[in-house]
């Protein structure tokens, strides 16, 4: 008796779309729960910030996180734009140690300028999921006027004494 070749790539293709339903059913049971975010762990879990009845955060909420990662979660935890001082605030209840306002402003736009899930609507800050339609502002080009670029660009130029000199130089050598 011949012992039974196993077709692993069917089996693989078997396990891969029993894998796609159960993670449909898993989104489709956030979605009955009321969890929002189809994507996101609950609440309250490794990943999201569970707010107290009283409006107040947890005091280890942002344990772990950075500025940004925390303010990221806290407002799509709140689901409306807040400014710096509030953002601040909220940080600070969350376990993260204070900073001052002028670095919380500058880590969220550079946050907003790298990775752009954050953005600054009229002095609040909100989550760039929320405007679609919001336009960046094009950072302006800088055209450097130095010396240098001059120089660059002159030589690009063809120089007829330069052509007049090589010309010479090729008849002295054909007529040595």
Do not use: C
């Not at 909420?61 to 935890?77: C, E, Q, R, T, Y």
């Amino acid at each position: 008796m011949s012992t039974p070749t196993i077709d692993y790539e069917a089996v693989i293709a078997d396990l891969e779309a029993k894998r796609a339903h159960l993670d449909s059913m898993i989104a489709g049971l956030r979605a009955i729960a009321g969890m929002g975010n189809l994507g996101a762990p609950p609440s309250g879990g490794p990943g999201g910030v569970k707010p107290t009845f009283d409006g107040k955060i947890e005091p280890d909420a942002f344990f772990g996180k950075s500025i940004p990662d925390a303010a990221v979660v806290h407002l799509s935890n709140m689901r409306k734009k807040l400014s710096t001082q509030q953002l601040m605030a909220a940080l600070e209840s969350g376990g993260l140690p204070h900073s001052k306002y002028n670095t919380v402003y500058a880590i969220l736009r550079r946050r907003e300028s790298q990775v752009g899930d954050i953005v600054n609507m009229q002095g609040e800050w909100g989550l760039a999921s929320w405007y679609p339609n919001h336009v960046k502002k094009a950072k302006k080009d800088v055209v450097s006027l130095s010396p240098k670029t001059f120089e660059a660009d002159a030589s690009d130029e063809e120089d007829p004494d330069v052509d007049a000199v090589y010309e010479a130089a090729r008849e002295a050598r054909s007529l040595a």
